[in-house]
Each structure stands twice: as structure tokens, then as C-alpha cells.
């Protein structure tokens, strides 16, 4: 009896940071990077125009500001903001070349990184991702194309980790299928739908206004909600879950593509940009997926009668979830 208690209680436990994660509430809008985006761009040959935004938490947070080249000098900047993020923009006047001077966001990586890009007259644009433990990048006189690859495949891992919308219906899909080959499958699905649709809107060959489609995103969670609650009865998701990995992975691809569209692509580089990006969000997803897996697997053999009973339980927390991001995606 008592080993029996014990093996319940060790599923519980495992069970708990995956449970906890699924019913963690608030506004979530996953197409919404949250870091700080910097453009420093050269405007003759002593003038240049320091952009950033800056996400905050209330109307009423204090500007932070970028430091710029130390021979450089920057005005008094115009500031406007709104609920989410605020958006200012300055002058700065330089002395000689900014080239292998420092640049960077001290001040404003301190909750989160900072994608920096560096626009000097006819050159290629340079592209830094700053983090609180490298605040600060040096302007290069003849910029590397791994900047940009290393900058928007890391922004693609925060993307995916940070999107809770994209990354319940992985987890719930992962949860649905759970059979090695078939989670594989219908996730290579998905990452083919999402990638097709994101380079479709990059490139500017589709669009969806962005309403309809985080109501979507909402929906597909619901929808694989509801297929995971219904337990081991045959559903179309366990008939085709390729299928139906894919044609809402259509939809998700929009909500990434307004991701990347928030934060700009670099001219001369897009096509790195965008492979880097997508790379990045299947990084973070293949993470994910190993890690759900780990989890039931752990539970599977230290405590399988508690197995089933975790699952639908996080099936119940991803549909309320879900729910609620509907609702409040179609009432906004």
C-alpha cells in the first residue's frame, strides 16, 4: 500500500512542472517578440538615426536608452509608446568613422536580449543580438553573414520558447500521438506548413490580418484539446495527425511571420535571415517535443497508473487556456 502512495505521489511530481507550465494564465500573444530592437542608421557622413522600442509592462514605465559609439553625440530623442512598447527615435551626430567602436543596450537587456542593426551608407547591414551578459557589440569595418545567421537563430529559439500559444498545440500534439515515428511525422508536418507560409509572407507573396489568425492559433489548441480529452477513442488527429499538424501549422506560420515582420529583416541578407529564424523555432520545437516525451516516459515507468490521469488533466488545462485566448482574441 505504502509503495503504491509513493509511486502516485512520484507521478504527481512529475507531472507537476509540465501541469503548472499548461495552467499558467494571462495574455499570451505569441506573435509578439518581446525583445528590444535597435537600429543605428547612417544618414551622411556625420549624421546617423538611432531607432529602438522598448517593451514594457504599463504606459507609465521609464524610458531606458541605448549608448551609441563614444564619438558620437545624440539629441534629446522623440518618444511615443502605448500599452506594450515604447518607440523613440533620436539624431546622433558622430566624429569620424563609427568602425570598431561600441554600441549597445546595457540598460535595456537587463529583462530581456536586444536585436541590434547596424545601417551604414552603401555597405551591408550588420546584425547583433545583445543579452545582459553581452550588452555591448563592436561595429564592424566588413560585417560577417554568421552575424546575421547567429543573431535570427536565436531570436527563432525565444520565438518558439516565449510563444505559449505555439507551444501548447506542439505539446498537445506531442501528447496526442506520443509513438516515436508518428510524433516525428506529424511534426515534420507542421515545421513544412509553418515554414512554407512564413517565407510565402516574408517575401510578400501572402498576408492574413493578424486577428483572424491568433484566433485561429487559439482555435487549433482547443481543437487538439478536445481530440486529447476524448482519451484513446480513434480521432481524425490519431488517424491523420500529419494532416492535421499541417494544415494548422498554415496558420501558425502567419503568427511567425508577424513575429519577424515586428522586428525587421536585414537588406542583402533575407534569405539568411529567414532560413536562420526558421532553423531557430525548430530548434526550440525539437526541445520541446524531447522534453514532453522525457516527461511521460519518466511517468510511463515510475508511475504508470498516474500517467493517464496527468495527461487528461493537461488536456483540460490546455483547452481552458486555449478558450480563453479565443475568446479574448475575438472579443479584442
Known sequence: MIPDTANRL????????????????????ADELRSVAIAFTQLDDKRWQLDWKQPVASPAARLAYPTVPDNCRMAEPVVRGGAAALIAGAEVLCDGSVSDRGIGARDLVVAG??????????????????????????IAGVPATAQVWRSYFGLGVQHILEGWDHLLFVIALVLLVARGWTVVKAATAFTIAHSLTLAAVTLGYAGLPSRPVEALIALSIVFLAVELARGTRETLTRRLPWAVAFAF??????????????????????????????????????????????????????????EPRAVRLAAYAIGITGSFWLFERIMA
Open 249 to 306: 501549422g498554415l496558420f501558425h506560420g502567419f503568427g511567425f511571420a508577424g513575429a519577424l515582420h515586428e522586428i525587421g529583416l536585414p537588406e542583402g541578407e533575407v534569405p539568411a535571415a529567414l532560413v536562420s529564424f526558421n532553423l531557430g523555432v525548430e530548434a526550440g520545437q525539437l526541445l520541446v517535443i524531447a522534453a514532453v516525451l522525457a516527461l511521460r516516459g519518466a511517468l510511463q515507468r515510475f508511475s504508470p497508473g498516474v
Open 10 to 29: 512520484a507521478g504527481l511530481l512529475l507531472a507537476l512542472p509540465l501541469l503548472l507550465a499548461l495552467a499558467w494564465p494571462g495574455t499570451v500573444r
Open 113 to 138: 536580449d536586444a536585436l541590434l542593426r547596424v545601417i551604414p551608407l552603401g555597405r551591408p547591414v550588420q546584425t547583433y543580438r545583445l543579452t545582459a551578459s553581452e550588452p555591448e557589440a563592436t
